[in-house]
């Protein structure tokens, strides 16, 4: 079992930057695949970013593609999400998911453990 806290989520204006992390607990963080996904309110929760167990193989919707990188460092169990050119539409709770597999997911199901999220606003 493994326990995420993300962190990193404000206010931004649009074309700014943010950073999200999220911190595993655990000894088996590199069992995992990660994942970032978002809510926007009234809307169903969306996939956003993906990171193989490895590091070696990443995935992206196509809306962010060019704009966010994910990444993981799995000596300090974390994984990260940077933001670029932020937009408007960017704006939503973002969740850290933990799932199991040996490739990257897109599918809610296939993530066993989820963090509180953070809050992610765009001003335009």
């Known amino acids: 079992q493994v326990q995420l806290v993300e962190s990193g989520g404000g206010l931004v204006q649009a074309g700014g930057s943010l950073r999200l992390s999220c911190a595993a607990s655990?000894?088996?963080?590199?069992?995992?695949?990660m994942g970032w996904f978002r809510q926007a309110p009234g809307k169903e929760r969306e996939f956003v970013a993906a990171i193989s167990r490895s590091g070696g193989i990443t995935d992206y919707t196509d809306s962010v593609k060019g704009r966010f990188t994910i990444s993981r460092d799995n000596a300090k169990n974390t994984v990260h999400l940077q933001m670029n050119s932020l937009k408007p539409e960017d704006t939503a709770v973002y969740y850290c998911?933990?799932?199991?597999?040996?490739?990257?997911?897109?599918?809610?199901?296939?993530?066993?453990?989820w963090g509180q999220g953070t809050q992610v606003t765009v001003s335009s």
């Open positions: 998911a933990a799932g199991y597999g040996d490739y990257t997911t897109r599918h809610v199901a296939d993530y066993a453990y």
């Open positions: 655990g000894r088996t963080f590199s069992r995992y695949v």
